[in-house]
């Protein structure tokens, strides 16, 4: 089925006839012509998509209120521990996508695997999350302007009009120039948190301007630890609670490699490369940083208090305050510039993935069959409409508080995030059993996670703890109604998802016996087959023209 066109992209062939495949609950069906993804992402597009995915506010700003809400320690410990949870989650996803990449996503392993119902559910939440933070992002970008505008002379429609016109292009375009773009970026994301990384290091040895040598100052007078809600052991236990909102909205979006297998080259070879890089980001880019931040900026510092008052910009970092307080003037507004790059790039990959999902529940036939169409570039025009079209919402933040608003987006899109991450954990379980069940060896699968079944089994328990407490705050003092439902209306939307489905469907869940592994995979098979060949034979002819690519370059993607 696969073949390398003219220009060397590697994609569906559109074939007069109609291609047939598999189904929810194995049931063959016939695809008709003009609902097909093409495999246009390569290797190092997959591979930095993956890397530089999550990298955004939630990191570079998030981190300032954590700090200075619970020490830090704590948020060492928390950032710690999600990332683990964080990677459990990537590696069933990685090995479920490697033995067999759907189009569907997320959606089509969950239906196949565990429930037609659980696919249901798990499409329609993390659709809900990614059409919520699309415009949350675009909301996001004009305040990160405001740095420069803090007077507002210019509406913030503006911006997020240009914003959206612009993403919405990028999407249209098609995946190739998706995935090139998101590759540049991304690529410059990398090397931004990694000059942070290092700046910050140099700053706590004293090579600042200041040369102030902080080391570990910080951790010993204000202390690790700060407390919240109460004094003691309970109040610094409840500090450190409350920061596993900010730990998980960091990482969310981890997980979007999975929706880009679909469009992936050789996806069996780039996915589980991804996916294994996925553990050296999250030491890197987020135990490193957070732990360098903890030692820069104490958790009572009265700019760090003031910044997290300010707007969603560079005012707004602990790495800003850091900056300020070791005497750099100037990049303050470079990492504003930054961090704009960082928003804009966000909502371009959250309104392709939003654009994905729904077009892989279309495919499942779990949403109006026109989302699915293509057009000759391999786009789901319709679904990216619908989609643009709901992120015109970001409109009705010009005239509220947008700081509430964000906050109120942030406990909205967590508990989503955090259901998508219970609903792949358990498919992954599922098609465990199913894989036992059905005799097939682990010798067969192209990528296996390294902590198997058990790894899923306590990352889900840990997910499902975080979901249920994580706005725990709201029920001391005096009961916030608002940050209640924001905090929870997720959990009930997805329990009706699920049980509404399966009353007016009667659907049962998959039995492990009878779970489809196969349909399809033979089709991959031959893609995959096909590509390495071409592959092969065009570093043949070009083998002297690539030595320095291959020598030096190739390992990284």
């Known amino acids: 089925m696969g073949a390398f066109e003219d220009s060397g992209i590697f994609k569906r062939k559109h074939e007069s006839s109609a291609n047939v495949i598999a189904a929810e609950e194995g049931v063959m069906v016939t695809e008709p012509d003009g609902h097909e993804l093409h ?15 999550a990298i955004g506010t939630g990191l570079i700003i998030g981190t300032g209120s954590a700090l200075q809400k619970a020490g830090p320690a704590s948020i060492l410990i928390s950032y710690s521990m999600v990332g683990m949870v964080v990677y459990m989650v990537m590696c069933g996803l990685g090995e479920m996508a490697s033995w067999l990449p759907l189009a569907s996503g997320f959606t089509g392993y969950a239906v196949r695997f565990c429930d037609p119902a659980l696919g249901f559910a798990l499409g329609y939440t993390y659709w809900f999350k990614y059409i919520i933070v699309t415009p949350n992002q675009l909301t996001a ?6 740095f420069w505008d803090p007077d507002g002379r210019v509406n913030a429609g503006v911006w997020i009009t240009i914003f959206l016109v612009l993403i919405v292009s990028i999407n249209y375009f098609g995946i190739q120039f998706f995935g090139e773009f998101e590759f540049w970026l991304s690529s410059f994301k990398v090397i931004v948190i990694l000059g942070l990384i290092l700046l910050s290091f140099i700053l706590m040895l004293g090579g600042g301007p200041t040369h102030d040598r902080k080391g570990f100052r910080y951790w010993k007078n204000p202390g690790a630890f700060n ?17 596993m909102v900010s730990a998980t909205f960091a990482y969310l979006g981890t997980e979007l490699v999975g929706v880009t297998v679909g469009e992936a080259q050789n996806p069996r070879k780039t996915i589980p490369r991804a996916i294994k890089l996925t553990f050296y980001r999250i030491v890197v880019f987020y135990i490193l940083s ?11 510092s009265p700019d760090l208090i003031f910044a997290n008052k300010q707007s969603n910009s560079a005012a707004a970092s602990p790495f800003v305050v850091a900056i300020e307080s070791a005497g750099i003037d100037v990049l303050p507004h470079i990492l504003n510039a930054c961090i704009l790059l960082f928003v804009f790039s966000a909502a371009n990959s959250d309104l392709y993935i939003a654009t994905r999902t729904i077009y892989g529940l279309s495919k499942e036939g779990k949403a109006p069959e026109f989302l699915s169409r293509t057009n000759s570039r391999g786009v789901p025009v319709y679904a990216l409409g619908l989609c643009s079209a709901i992120a015109c919402i970001a409109y009705m933040n010009v ?17 989503f995030g955090l259901l998508s991450w219970i609903s792949l954990l358990v498919t992954h379980i599922y098609f465990v059993r199913a894989r036992k069940a059905q005799n097939v060896p682990e010798s067969d699968l192209a990528y296996k996670a390294p902590f198997g079944v058990a790894g899923s089994y306590c990352a889900l328990a840990f997910c499902i703890l975080i979901c249920l407490t994580k706005s725990y705050d709201v029920f001391t003092v005096h009961f916030n109604y608002k940050k209640f439902i924001t905090g929870y209306l997720g959990i009930p939307l997805y329990l009706i998802l699920i049980f509404g489905y399966k009353i007016v469907t009667k659907s049962k869940t998959v039995a492990p016996h009878e779970a489809d592994l196969w349909s399809g995979k033979d089709a991959v098979d031959r893609e995959e087959a096909e590509f390495l060949a071409r592959k092969a034979e065009h570093e043949e002819k070009h083998a002297g023209a690539n030595w320095f690519y291959r020598t030096f370059v190739s390992w990284l993607f």
Do not use: C, E, Q
């Open 39 to 53: 495999r246009a992402l390569k290797a190092r597009h997959i591979t930095m998509i993956a890397i530089g995915g």
């Open 227 to 243: 407390t919240y809600i109460d004094d003691g052991a309970a109040g610094r236990f409840y500090a450190f609670w409350a920061t």
């Open 399 to 415: 005239t509220n508080d947008s700081k509430t608003v964000f906050s109120y987006f942030v406990d909205l899109v967590t508990v």
């Open 141 to 146: 970008g004009a305040l990160v302007i405001k």
């Open 290 to 300: 957070v732990l360098l931040v903890g030692t820069l900026v104490p958790y009572d």
